[in-house]
């Protein structure tokens, strides 16, 4: 099956530093990726679509200057928070989208686990 | 109203027993339907997919969608403790980002 990583699996950092996330594809290519933000016991909110090489979409509601999302080549995106507060504190998952041509799947990343003191 | 209603649970049920698992959703332009299996702290895995109406089975795993009544469902059989997870169903109509249910978590008792 299609399999995707996250770097790191859990990080701490200190209120107005800056984290930086990694989502790979290991076995395929996607050109698109998202972003998502799980709160405890919740469903997963979207937060962003990653497109290779072009800009990301946001929901609405998301700061765009606050989580730089960048997806430079066909297996990697990347998510910055930048200038951390306790309260995005999250579970941040990542996918990629398999584009098979009928059925288009999404494989999500084992997540990552932020805490921002 | 949601666009994808699942009821959170907690299911309980003993080893051995078959599971329901559903979701409703008001959107009559979603074709294809996913469920998810997401453990403790970890990331969703893809269990199954479907595109439109009727059954798919995958070991102990059936997917089922009825469009008419845009309801879908995913029965487990023979559970098992290690089935024990929170099931997220999700849909969208094409290339378009998924929706998700809130999920459903499953306690199977040895």
């Not at chain 2, 979701?23 to 009559?28: D, E, F, K, M, V």
């Not at chain 2, 339907?33 to 059936?62: H, I, V």
């Not at chain 2, 024990?84 to 980002?97: D, R, V």
Request: some cysteine; glycine content about 6%.
């Amino acid at each position: 099956g299609a399999v995707v990583s996250q770097h790191p699996s859990r990080v701490i950092c200190k209120s107005g530093t800056s984290v930086k996330i990694e989502c790979r594809s290991l076995d395929f290519q996607a050109t698109t990726m998202f972003w998502y933000r799980q709160f405890p016991k919740k469903s997963l909110m979207l937060m962003a679509t990653s497109n290779e090489g072009s800009k990301a979409t946001y929901e609405q509601g998301v700061e765009k200057d606050k989580f730089l999302i960048n997806h430079a080549s066909l297996t990697l995106s990347t998510l910055t928070v930048t200038s951390a507060h306790p309260e995005d504190s999250s579970f941040y998952i990542c996918s990629a989208r398999l584009e098979t041509g009928v059925m288009n799947e999404q494989y999500f990343g084992p997540g990552t686990r932020l805490t921002v003191t | 109203q949601k666009e994808v209603e699942q009821d959170p649970g907690p299911l309980s049920v003993p080893e051995g027993a078959i599971v329901s698992l559903n979701c409703t959703y008001s959107n009559s332009a979603f074709q294809y339907f996913m469920w998810y299996r997401q453990y403790s702290r970890k990331g969703p895995e893809l269990l199954m997919y479907t595109y439109s109406s009727g059954n798919k089975e995958d070991g102990r795993f059936t997917a089922q969608v009825d469009k008419s009544s845009k309801y879908i469902s995913l029965f487990i059989r023979d559970s098992q403790p290690s089935d024990s997870a929170t099931y997220l169903c999700a849909m969208n109509t094409g290339f378009q980002k998924l929706v998700f249910g809130t999920g459903t978590r499953l306690l199977v008792s040895p």
